[in-house]
């Protein structure tokens, strides 16, 4: 193992990129013994933005640093049944939508079971930094199972971060235990502070061993969650709230929100659309009830942004996650797998890795800021969308056809920002276009005038060209706010030249429905 910690500090001749020593990592960590034999079993501020021991707290955080976001990953335990209030967008047979996308949690764990594929997925993806339990109920209305598998896990892997995310009934009960075993995240679900509207959100709570409807559950939920956000922040705790967009019912109110929650200290605020299908089974899927589309997302986002941090890189992750963002991992770690796997929990090598990206991440922010000297003598007040096809590392390095996803970033004359991502069915399923796969993700880019991709056929480049959408290969392999920058740069001396039309773009479709095979 020392060789291996050598070669991830100083590199090696052949083993320079980060996908190879991920790999050299995952062949080294962990190995399964099934029938098979040896298996692999494997926000927008930055570091000048932010109080040095509040960047400390958030550079490896997935969910709270949108740069860490393209290079560490999360995993959730499953270790929290039950819940304590209902949601009117929740359907307790799908994941907490809280946290998650509606599918199902594959296998409930108990925490011995939790703490142990912690260690197999940390043996194995060094990029995993978090343990988040986030469901499928809420994790504090099972605080034993919680916190059991808290202690567990800082007790074997003290380098992995816990995190927790809540409702916040219960919050003010358990913030000094959250204190005291070192849960430096926590997010709050807060939907209303207005309980009329809370009302339309929650038919009921349990509280205090009984059942509270309407107004009054609402008035004490919101009461409870204030208060425990305002525990947390006074303990230096930081604190994401997370709200889900509800059109016709919070989409106004969520501004108010942002507000009393960044009085209040939240660190950041992540509005999500709100997912709803008939097929769901929830009161707003079978009412009918529509979520967001893409820019009305991105308008109430843009509108909270004068008032705080947000988070537009949530994935609404099932509660067994594995994976960085956008990826899902939880199948090659269930518990049959996990059972049968040798762990070796190397901290050092672990180490390693995480120095290795922190110097890749200063790449890209020279890089970045090398090619927005090139925008400084630009005038336009020209700004579009782009679209990138990306595996992660922060790179243009994902095909067309093999993408799960887009990561989509606004750009103009003052820079390239992330704005958010659309979930796709993949064009490309067993080497064959999909039926209809160009039509739906032109859906989801409509509002992007290019797509940046590593690789893209013909055919799905002309149906793109024909939706006003440029595909470019240009970019392959190269960061992607560096390309994001110079394509607007090139985008807008071809406007001068008038060797293409600057369009306004149109409106774009968040993916509904269950990704329960991603
Ligand atoms: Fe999990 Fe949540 Fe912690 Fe992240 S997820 S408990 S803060 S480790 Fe992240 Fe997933 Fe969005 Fe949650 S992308 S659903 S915000
Ligand atoms: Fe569902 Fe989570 Fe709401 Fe509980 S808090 S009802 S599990 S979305």
Not at 128 to 146: E, H
Not at 178 to 193: E, L, P, Y
Not at 318 to 338: I, P, T
Not at 481 to 510: C, M, P, W
Request: proline letters at 4%.
């Amino acid at each position: 193992m020392q060789k291996l910690v050598q070669l991830l500090e100083f590199g090696a001749p052949g083993a320079k990129s980060l996908e190879e020593i991920r790999q050299q990592v995952a062949s080294a960590g962990c190995s399964s013994k099934g029938g098979s034999g040896k298996s692999s079993c494997g926000s927008a501020a930055g570091q000048g933005d932010l109080p040095p021991e509040v960047w400390e707290k958030v550079k490896n955080h997935p969910c709270y640093s949108e740069q860490a976001h393209h290079h560490f990953a999360r995993m959730h335990v499953a270790v929290a049944p039950a819940c304590n209030i209902q949601c009117n967008y929740c359907n307790r047979k799908y994941d907490c939508a809280n946290e998650s996308r509606p599918g199902v949690v594959s296998e409930k764990l108990t925490p011995e079971q939790a703490a142990k594929k912690v260690l197999a997925v940390a043996s194995s993806v060094p990029q995993m930094t978090v343990l988040g339990v986030a469901g499928p109920g809420d994790p504090l209305a099972n605080p034993q199972k919680t916190f059991k598998t808290f202690e567990l896990v800082s007790a074997t892997a003290p380098d992995i971060k816990l995190c927790l995310s809540t409702n916040g009934l219960s919050l003010p009960d358990h913030v000094d235990r959250i204190q005291a075993m070192n849960v430096d995240h926590v997010t709050i679900t807060i939907n209303m502070i207005d309980p009329e509207i809370g009302a339309k959100i929650y038919p009921w709570i349990f509280y205090n061993h009984r059942r509270y409807e309407g107004v009054e559950a609402s008035r004490i939920l919101s009461e409870r969650q204030l208060l425990g956000l305002e525990m947390l922040t006074a303990r230096g705790i930081l604190v994401k709230v997370n709200s889900v967009m509800i059109p016709g019912v919070n989409d106004k109110h969520l501004v108010e929100v942002n507000k009393a929650v960044k009085s209040r200290g939240a660190f950041l605020h992540n509005i999500m659309p709100l997912i709803s299908e008939p097929e769901h089974g929830t009161v707003y899927g079978l009412s009918g009830l529509r979520g967001p589309s893409a820019q009305e997302l991105k308008a109430l986002q843009d509108a909270c942004e004068g008032e705080m941090n947000m988070m537009r890189h949530c994935r609404q992750c099932r509660a067994d996650a594995v994976g960085l963002l956008g990826e899902d991992r939880s199948d090659e770690f269930s518990n049959e797998k996990v059972a049968a796997m040798e762990i070796t929990y190397d901290l050092e090598a672990r180490k390693a890795y995480q120095a290795k990206v922190e110097l890749e991440r200063e790449a890209i922010a020279k890089a970045k800021t090398a090619e927005l000297v090139k925008l400084a003598d630009e005038t336009s007040a020209i700004k579009i969308q782009v679209a990138i096809a990306t595996k992660g590392g922060g790179r243009v390095n994902e095909h067309f056809g093999h993408a799960h996803e887009f990561q989509i970033y606004e750009v103009s004359t003052a820079g390239a920002k992330f704005v958010g991502h659309r979930r796709v069915d993949l064009y490309c399923e067993g080497g064959y276009a999909a039926a209809d796969g160009a039509a739906t993700i032109i859906r989801a880019l409509n509002d992007c005038t290019a797509v940046l991709v590593a690789k893209i056929g013909i055919c799905p480049k002309d149906a793109l060209a024909e939706a006003g959408i440029e595909a470019v290969e240009t970019y392959a392999f190269e960061f992607i706010e560096t390309s994001v920058i110079a394509y607007f740069k090139d985008y807008l001396q071809r406007v001068e030249k008038k060797e293409i039309n600057h369009v306004a773009k149109g409106d774009a479709d968040i993916r509904q429905g269950a990704f329960t095979e991603a």
